[in-house]
């Protein structure tokens, strides 16, 4: 059982920027991929950034070039770097952790919100 633990949302204007980071509740192995979803009123729950142990990185199309994942993998934990944010990037943003083997494991979500 892994718990995971999200800070660093917060409100911020467009064009600002946040940085939110989530550390897991054990270090005695790595976990495989960490990475952030999100999910905004009304809409699905939608991948934003994923990154292997490896250091290998996805994002959605609509983040390219503003958000940045990263990781460190001695404390299972995974940071996302958010600049030049946009109204629409506005979203409960929740941390995701897959040890390679069952289920994955979600935190409790933090709320990033964008004013215009």
């Known amino acids: 059982q892994v718990q995971l633990v999200e800070s660093g949302g917060g409100l911020v204007q467009a064009g600002g920027s946040l940085r939110l980071s989530c550390a897991a509740s054990?270090?005695?192995?790595?976990?495989?991929?960490m990475g952030w979803y999100r999910q905004a009123p009304g809409k699905q729950r939608e991948l934003v950034a994923t990154?292997?142990?490896?250091?290998?990185?996805n994002y959605a199309d609509s983040v390219k070039g503003r958000f940045t994942v990263s990781r460190a993998n001695a404390k299972n934990t995974v940071y996302l770097q958010m600049n030049s944010l946009k109204p629409e990037d506005t979203a409960v943003y929740y941390c995701?952790?897959?040890?390679?083997?069952?289920?994955?494991?979600w935190g409790q979500g933090t709320q990033v919100t964008v004013s215009s």
């Open positions: 990154i292997t142990s490896g250091g290998s990185t």
């Open positions: 995701n952790g897959y040890l390679g083997y069952g289920r994955p494991y």
């Open positions: 054990r270090n005695d192995f790595t976990i495989n991929v």
